[in-house]
């Protein structure tokens, strides 16, 4: 054993403790501290992994032991003690056969595992009592870790792989600073009141089911309802943003996939192929092929582009059942997906397009904030992409000119293109802060080449039409979880499943009632009664558990004076009101698309 360097190397940088690399530093090296707690503990766990990851750490075990939340609390205790006593950290570069006889001695077979795949000198990062294998990455010494929380625990295969054991994952978060901890916190603790599979059963929106299977969605009626109004926007905004609207098979021949190339390159994330007549049919993880074929079935000339076919295609993706997730990670979604075939000169215009109708995605669904990321290629690469350099560099060119005469604010994020084309991204920020993906548009060289899809120029010659992938809800499903969670389940009045429920305070308003929700109906209004023997808070209560924007209520002098009271969602209460101005105001929310309640 050679070289044993103290405290300084350490990645914490003291006058940036907020930096990604300090952060990185505290999250791994409280990694350490939780496996030294946890092996003390319990003896005979065995210890694997333990990385930074966004916002906090975890480490994998396998322990005899099944952790509970209580025994997080132990874990945490011991690390306190750890923490407090003040160790540095200290790093040692060891041979491979040193090494290799430490974790043997210690018993530690996935230590052992991962020592075979390395080669050459490795090193040991050790504080207090406890020795790791590791890379690096950690802070001078233990003190600098005192803000940190378990968080949970989960299960996970080593090495990701489902073949492999089962090992026990516990997640926790670490920051430099106490403030920092405790704004994570409470923002974790909003997003857990904001989940949109508990919110999503509360309002009965949708499920997903053992007997169905893992990942495959079921819209129930109040969820098909949002659904249909969320495609009803998007099918009018397409026609009027220029838009063909196609339909393409769910099934296509194997082969058809051979030719993209995703029957080779995407086959782990697609479905098993059937045969139909002895021919290979493949479930489609993806639309783009489906449109190709449209725009090859004819001779297309300059004159015809750019050709914008727009699909609300439904796709089908292996995701690993440790991986599927409520509506945000599923098997099967919808895409509201789109292929833009043009020439290189119309090319900034049709970004900009997408870019705007992006935007219009953010205004009319209630988003306020927005980051753009322009991914590019690596040009020392160029052997892993496909396309000429000329092709990169314009297309970049176009992607950025775009973002620059819009005056958009973008991160340039180098190297970070799939390997067909560049991107822009669109993350949208919803009511807590946190990032969601969702609009992508990106050129693609890969595939016009291997269709071999062409235009005639207008001098005659035959070329090759410039294609653009652009999503911009990314999955329907996705939209709809990140909608849930935006809005806490509480939908602005032209998205709300159920926009009126007329409540009764005893029998003898029944009939006016009724009248009121069919004439409600009769206008267009997703409308409930509650009309029974049940008191008038009862009802009310249920309506809020709803979540449904207004209840308008009749009772006995509403009747007399032929007034309704109304109760907004917020629990405000107006008393006295013609039911003409309701009509009026809940036709402007609407219209307008308000955020906030019009009748006051
Ligand atoms: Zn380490
Ligand atoms: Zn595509």
Not at 124 to 142: A, E, M, P, Q
Not at 336 to 352: G, L, Y
């Amino acid at each position: 054993m050679t070289e044993k360097s103290q405290a300084g190397q350490s990645d914490f940088e003291e006058r940036n403790p907020t930096s990604k690399r300090s952060l990185d530093a505290i999250r791994h090296s409280c990694a350490h501290v939780m496996a030294q707690a946890v092996q003390e503990i319990w003896p005979g766990t065995k210890i694997s992994i333990g990385p930074p990851i966004d916002n906090g750490f975890y480490y994998d075990f396998d322990s005899e032991h099944r952790f509970t939340d209580e025994d997080l609390v132990k874990i945490e205790a011991r690390m306190t003690e750890i923490i407090l006593g003040k160790h540095d950290f200290s790093i040692e570069e060891v041979s491979k056969e040193d090494s290799m006889a430490y974790w043997k001695k210690r018993d530690e077979p996935y230590k052992i595992e991962l020592l075979e795949g390395i080669e050459g000198k490795v090193t040991h990062c050790s504080h207090d009592s406890f020795i790791d294998l590791c890379r690096g990455g950690h802070v001078d010494n233990t003190k600098r870790l005192r803000h940190f929380k378990l968080l949970s625990v989960a299960g996970a295969y080593w090495r990701g792989d489902e073949k492999n054991k089962m090992l026990q994952r516990i997640y926790g978060t670490a920051w430099s600073e106490k403030k920092h901890l405790k704004e994570h916190l409470a923002k974790l603790e909003e997003a857990k009141k904001r989940d949109h599979r508990k919110i999503g059963q509360d309002m009965d929106l949708f499920s997903i089911q053992e007997e169905g299977g893992p990942g495959l969605v079921f819209w129930h009626p109040k969820g098909g309802r949002i659904r249909t109004l969320i495609e009803d926007w998007l099918r009018n905004e397409l026609i009027a943003r220029g838009y063909d609207i196609v339909y393409t098979p769910h099934v296509m021949k194997r082969e058809l996939w051979h030719t993209s190339g995703h029957a080779d390159f995407y086959s782990d994330s697609m479905f098993r192929p059937m045969k139909i007549d002895n021919v290979e049919y493949q479930l489609k993880p993806m639309n783009c092929p489906g449109h190709i074929l449209i725009y090859k079935n004819s001779l297309r000339s300059y004159r015809d582009l750019p050709l914008r076919y727009a699909e609300l295609g439904t796709v089908y993706r292996y995701e690993k059942s440790g991986t599927v997730h409520g509506l945000m990670r599923v098997r099967g979604f919808t895409q509201d997906d789109a292929h833009i075939f043009c020439m290189p000169e119309q090319v900034e215009k049709e970004v900009e397009d997408c870019v705007n109708f992006a935007k219009a995605v953010l205004d009319s669904f209630g988003f306020s904030e927005f980051k753009v990321e322009l991914s590019t290629w690596d040009a020392a690469k160029s052997e892993n992409y496909a396309g000429s350099a000329d092709q990169w560099e314009k297309a970049e060119g176009a992607l950025e000119n775009t973002l620059k005469h819009m005056e958009i604010p973008y991160t340039r994020i180098e190297g970070e293109a799939a390997f067909y084309g560049p991107k822009i991204d669109i993350k949208m920020v919803d009511a807590i802060g946190r990032d969601w993906q969702l609009t992508t548009v990106q050129f693609d060289f890969n595939l016009p080449k291997r269709f071999g899809i062409e235009y005639v120029a207008a001098d005659g010659s035959r070329q090759a039409p410039l294609m653009v992938h652009r999503a911009l809800l990314g999955s329907v499903e996705r939209f709809f979880g990140v909608l849930i969670e935006h809005y806490a389940g509480k939908f602005p009045l032209w998205l709300a499943p159920v926009q009126v429920k007329v409540l009764t305070i005893n029998e003898a308003q029944s009939e006016p009632a009724r009248a009121l929700a069919a004439e409600l109906k009769g206008k267009g209004y997703r409308v409930d009664i509650d009309d029974t023997n049940e008191n008038l808070k009862k009802k009310i209560k249920k309506a809020v558990l709803e979540k449904i924007p207004y209840c308008v209520i009749l009772g006995p002098k509403d009747v007399e004076s032929k007034t309704v009271s109304i109760r907004r969602r917020d629990s405000k209460q107006i008393n006295g009101i013609a039911p003409e101005i309701l009509f009026a105001k809940l036709e402007e929310e609407v219209r307008s698309k308000a955020l906030q309640p019009c009748l006051e």
